[in-house]
């Protein structure tokens, strides 16, 4: 598909979306929840439903292709090296050493945000490079550790050699790694984040956390994702243990067996379980970018009594800097994302294919502050 052809696609179903109604959710009945904004008139003549069918399909298209993409070694190499990528790592990925990300984190905690690191890398299949991404984090570790910073570290097991061939030699050496990391997180009084990916790795990063836990209760948590159909069980096993949980939508490319297809679901899905995570008594993040959502937890919160700061929000670097600073003003826990490093393509893309409107929200964000 021609970059002509994914501009259209996104302008068709931004057009569609801006057309069609918003469906309710299960975030949708606190009074002080505003609406949707919808600032713009129709411009779709066809019935809602066409509407809907339209956007679906574009949406559909898109998702594809830019999952596609996040795996493509071409356009990697290309886009890596292109001006207009190294302008999208400005503003969306906090440089490309340790020290880029340490500087970024500094600033963020001068505005209140917390932070969590994240050293880009993935499908690791050398185990000197798993070593050497391993190796990376300890620095990290320390130099937050000797700043006095407010964040923590986010990785994936991938990273750390998982799929290195051979039963053995993976599963191991990603084990022992993480697990350094996690011993050295829990000596400076920090965490570790284990990232979720596929869900192929679903289940090995849930019983790695789990054990990584039991060694050091406290230094480590792991991610789910509010579109898969097993999350809720995963939610309740987690909480039970008192693992911290980042709550997010997913962003990889799914079959309908094993997730929810239609965003309303995923919606309505992750709604249920961010209450669920708030009133646990452990702390968890909730990790999304959409007002609606924030807007009707912070009301829900309210209503319920609860602390704000039993949970917090997180968000991507360089994404809705404006909500960031606004829920810490309203006495929030926000923790921002912040990766950094060479290896950004990946990363970029699967958040194009999380929301496919993205492409036009960040063609604006490049032209603003």
């Known amino acids: 598909m021609t970059l002509e052809r994914v501009c259209q696609a996104t302008v068709h179903a931004h057009l569609i979306l801006r057309a069609t109604p918003a469906s309710s959710t299960a975030c949708a009945p606190y009074p002080n929840s505003p609406p949707r904004p ?32 996040s795996a493509n070694r071409a356009g990697r190499a290309f886009a890596e090296r292109s001006a207009l990528g190294g302008r999208l790592s400005r503003r969306f990925v906090a440089g490309l050493t340790v020290e880029d990300a340490i500087a970024a984190a500094a600033q963020l905690n001068a505005e ?46 991938t990273q750390m ?17 993480v697990g350094e990391l996690v011993e050295h997180a829990a000596r400076t009084g920090n965490f570790v984040r284990i990232d979720m990916e596929g869900s192929a790795y679903t289940s090995a990063t849930i019983a790695l956390t789990e054990r990584l836990h039991a060694r050091c209760p406290g230094a480590v948590g792991t991610v789910l994702q509010a579109y898969l159909h097993r999350t809720e069980a995963d939610a309740d096993r987690l909480l039970g243990q008192g693992i911290r949980i980042r709550l997010c939508k997913g962003a990889y490319q799914e079959p309908a067996g094993i997730a929810f297809a239609a965003k309303a679901d995923v919606d309505a899905n992750f709604c249920k379980l961010m209450k669920r995570m708030a009133a646990s008594g452990v702390f968890c993040g ?36 404006d909500l960031q600073r606004r829920l810490v003003a309203q006495g929030f826990g926000v923790r921002v994302y912040v990766p950094f490093g060479p290896a950004w393509y990946p990363y970029f893309m699967r958040r194009l294919a999380e929301r496919p409107a993205n492409v036009l929200f960040l063609a604006r964000n490049l032209l603003k502050r």
């Open 38 to 69: 919808r600032p713009w008139p129709s411009t779709c003549s066809e019935q809602p439903a066409a509407c809907k069918n339209k956007l679906r399909r574009c949406l559909r298209l898109l998702r594809s292709l830019f999952i596609a993409l």
């Open 112 to 157: 209140g945000l917390d932070v969590s690191l994240d050293a880009l890398g993935e499908s690791v299949l050398d185990p000197a490079q798993a070593e050497q991404s391993a190796a990376v984090y300890h620095q990290l570790l320390d130099a937050i550790a000797a700043r006095g910073l407010r964040a923590n570290v986010s990785l994936k097991l």
């Open 161 to 177: 050699g998982l799929d290195i061939p051979g039963r053995v030699t993976g599963p191991a050496l990603t084990e022992r790694l």
């Open 286 to 321: 909730i990790a999304t970018h959409d007002e609606a959502i924030i807007a009707a937890m912070c009301a829900w919160v309210a209503e319920q009594g609860i602390d704000k700061r039993a949970f917090e929000f997180q968000m991507l670097y360089g994404i809705r800097r």
